[in-house]
């Protein structure tokens, strides 16, 4: 069964601390990796986007990494800072051909940065 | 560049009526995608549209359609609303098909059903 499952659930962190999300996925053939954020009420927006021969994306404070072989993402937050508050969703890309690629969601991971 | 806009942001209803929910994709974006947003279920895709053709259905009561005109900008109709159908309601373009490429979200429409 194609799935995808990230952890933790929530995280509470002090503002300047790093943290790391993580993201374990079932789906095949694999297309590609997302990571999104997305503030509470808002529409998700893309960090990262990784292929099959990526295995480590930046996006400033952001650093995404995949291991395709054990099926793992991470997303690690440098310097944390209150703007990051946020839920964090993982996004698995089935390749089906040119173009029905099927996507897989997991339920986030809600990061909250105190002061 | 303007960005993916959906209207209305937001939308009071109540059990038994339908509602029409409306996507503007960035300009020259050919596909259009339509997912649920609850708490408890995350993200639930719907449906994508790919130059006014349904390339793509997820597991979804017939109730829930849709359509894209030859401009691009897509439509969601919810018919026979029920409580369950709550939730925020988002759509994405991109370029091309959605598991392909960037895909961009708009703001999404938080529809409640009373």
């Known amino acids: 069964k194609n799935q995808v499952e990230q952890s933790p659930q929530s995280l509470i962190i002090l503002e300047g601390k790093n943290c790391t999300l993580q993201c374990n996925y079932t789906v095949s053939p694999f297309s590609n990796l997302r990571w999104y954020k997305q503030d509470t009420g808002r529409g998700p927006v893309s960090l990262t986007i990784?292929?099959?021969?990526?295995n480590t994306k930046s996006n400033g404070r952001y650093t995404a990494t995949l291991d395709a072989d054990t099926k793992q993402s991470s997303l690690h937050i440098t310097a944390s800072q209150l703007s990051d508050s946020a839920s964090y969703i993982c996004?698995?890309?089935?390749?089906?051909?040119?173009?029905?690629?099927?996507?897989?969601f997991g339920r986030g991971t809600q990061l909250t940065v105190w002061p | 560049k303007a960005g993916v806009t959906q209207t209305p942001r937001y939308l009071i209803k109540t059990r038994g009526q339908q509602v029409t929910l409306s996507c503007s994709p960035i300009s020259g974006h050919r596909s259009v995608s339509w997912y649920q947003q609850t708490p408890g279920q995350g993200l639930q895709f719907l449906f994508e549209y790919f130059s006014e053709t349904q390339r793509n259905k997820g597991n979804f009561p017939g109730r829930f359609s849709g359509r894209q005109f030859s401009n691009s900008r897509s439509e969601m109709n919810v018919s026979t609303l029920e409580l369950g159908d709550s939730a925020l309601y988002l759509c994405a373009s991109s370029w091309d098909a959605f598991g392909n490429t960037e895909a961009f979200f708009g703001q999404g429409t938080r529809l409640t059903v009373v």
């Open positions: 996004v698995v890309s089935q390749d089906r051909g040119s173009t029905l690629g099927r996507l897989y």
């Open positions: 990784m292929t099959f021969s990526e």
